[in-house]
Structure formats: structure tokens, C-alpha cells
């Protein structure tokens, strides 16, 4: 599957952390239903049998709701079930090495900091960038904060979507207007709600006004 600028609106990133009651299929349903655009399944702890099915369960809601869907860092699972594409970070597969791994027609998203690391990726085949942490975060407890400055130089360097990460939710995601970037990436700000398809429609509501200003 390919996309456009359209689909880096509002970008969901599953994280078990958040489950409560309820399942992870579920929580991602509810997402889906409150408009997210794109679904990333993140998983750091299963076993690649669980891995595996979780994922084709996921992939089935993206394909019924017509969401692109892309794995974590795992390029074998990724490969194994035809997933849309991957995702990975600076630590994880070089960009082009993942190109090479997953064809052309697969969608590929690396997270970087600097311009030098944006237009490497994007050299090597990346299609979208996720860039931050735009604001502190839980989620990531290593992850560094970069400026607005820096998360404008990059968009205005490169020519594929760039989509901002870390710390995001209502309250702040006003403040990345100007920044050129084409949607958002989230965890907590979803999957951490109440009522998780009433959060993901008013956030994305918010998140036009950033990218259409």
C-alpha cells in the first residue's frame, strides 16, 4: 500500500502499557473509529509466534477501516506477513538496508533527530520521517527533546511527509503549527483515554488546524 500526506494526519503507535480491560484489537478498533489515519503495532515483549498473529489480527482492522498499517523495527515479521511496511529508528536496521529487505512497494518510516540523519533517510528510501521527541515524554524514557526549530529545519529540507513524535496530546499540539510537518504520532494521547475514539476524533480535529495553518 501506498498513501499520501493524508494518512500522516494522525498517526496511532500501540503500547501494551495502556490495556486496562481491554484488549489491544479493541483499543486499536476504537482508534480506528475515532479517525486514525495510521496504525503502528510497537511491541517489545512477545515472543514472535504472539507477534505474528497480533499483527495479522491488526492488519485485518487496518484493511476494514483502509489504514495503512507498518511493524516496529521487526523487518522479519513484517516480510512474513505482507505488512504494509515498517518502521524503524537509528539503533535499529539502516533505512537502506530495510529498502533493500522489503521492495520498493512497501512503505518505509525511519525516526530521526537532525537534518543529517533526515536527508540520509530519505537518500535510502525512507518515505515518511518521524521526528522528535517534540515534547517530553513517557513513553520513551531515553528519548531527547528537539526544538521546534529543528523539527522545522528538517521539513523544510527534505520533500517526503514528516510526522512529529513524543509528548503530543490536545492541550499542546497547537503549539507545532508552522513547523511544515503533516500529522502527528501518538501513544499515550490515545491509547491512555477513557473513551479512546472520542480522544483520537477531537485530537485529530486539532491536528488539521497544525497542518493546514
Known amino acids: 500500500m501506498k498513501f499520501n500526506n493524508d494518512d500522516m494526519l494522525l498517526y496511532a503507535v500501540t503500547d501494551r502499557a495502556w490495556l486496562g480491560n481491554q484488549t489491544l484489537d479493541e483499543q486499536v478498533e476504537e482508534a480506528l473509529q475515532g479517525g486514525a489515519t ?21 492488519q485485518k482492522l487496518c484493511e476494514k477501516y483502509h489504514v495503512p498499517f507498518v511493524i516496529n523495527d521487526n523487518v522479519d515479521i513484517a516480510c512474513q506477513m505482507n505488512a504494509d511496511g515498517v518502521h524503524v529508528g ?46 517530553h515524554t513517557g513513553s520513551k524514557a531515553n528519548a531527547s527533546v528537539i526544538s521546534f526549530e529543528a523539527l522545522k529545519a528538517i521539513c523544510d529540507v527534505v520533500t517526503i511527509p514528516v510526522v512529529a513524535i513524543g509528548g503530543i496530546n490536545k492541550s499542546n499540539v497547537l503549539e507545532l503549527a508552522g513547523s511544515g510537518i503533516s500529522g502527528i504520532a501518538v501513544i499515550s ?10 480522544e483520537t476524533s477531537e485530537l485529530k480535529i486539532l491536528t488539521q488546524q497544525v497542518v493546514t495553518r
Open 90 to 135: 537509528q539503533l535499529d536496521m539502516e533505512a537502506g538496508d530495510v529498502r533493500a529487505r522489503i521492495g520498493e512497494d512497501k512503505i518505509l518510516g525511519v525516526t530521526v533527530q537532525t537534518v543529517e540523519q533526515a536527508l540520509l533517510a530519505q537518500e535510502r528510501g525512507a518515505d515518511y520521517l518521524g521526528v522528535g521527541a517534540v515534547f
Open 38 to 58: 495510521f496504525l503502528q503495532l510497537r511491541e517489545k515483549e512477545l515472543n514472535d509466534d504472539d507477534f505474528f498473529a497480533e499483527a495479522t489480527r491488526l
Open 189 to 198: 494521547a490515545i491509547f491512555a483515554a477513557k473513551d479512546i475514539c472520542k
